[in-house]
């Protein structure tokens, strides 16, 4: 079955940085787009990235546009989201998604 695991969250300053990992099994990572979603406390889901199957076209939200970049490799079966200049509006749980399925998630956390 489809597999997920995100790690790399933490608590960063505003300003910061931090590199999210997702580690995908279960199925043909590289015959398929992946998506990175967040959902920030008392809030909904919120779309933030897509990436290509084959990673060269990529979409962002606008609230994450010009700061997050998101990247793949399909070697490896994973899919990253660089996050730069973080601001405390992206304080969240930060899940990757593909084939309606979602793993735990990593807490972002962001504060000063």
């Known amino acids: 079955q489809v597999q997920l695991v995100e790690s790399g969250g933490g608590l960063v300053q505003p300003g910061g940085s931090l590199r999210l990992s997702c580690a995908a099994s279960?199925?043909?990572?590289?015959?398929?787009?992946m998506n990175w979603v967040r959902q920030a406390p008392g809030k909904g889901l919120e779309w933030v990235s897509i990436?290509?199957?084959?990673?060269?076209?990529?979409y962002y939200s606008d609230s994450v546009k010009g700061r997050f970049t998101i990247s793949r490799v399909n070697d490896d079966n994973t899919v990253h989201l660089q996050m730069d200049n973080l601001q405390p509006e992206d304080t969240a749980l930060y899940s990757c998604?593909?084939?309606?399925?979602w793993g735990q998630g990593t807490q972002v956390t962001v504060s000063s």
């Open positions: 990436i290509n199957n084959g990673g060269d076209g990529v």
């Open positions: 998604y593909a084939l309606n399925s």
């Open positions: 279960g199925f043909t990572f590289s015959s398929y787009f």
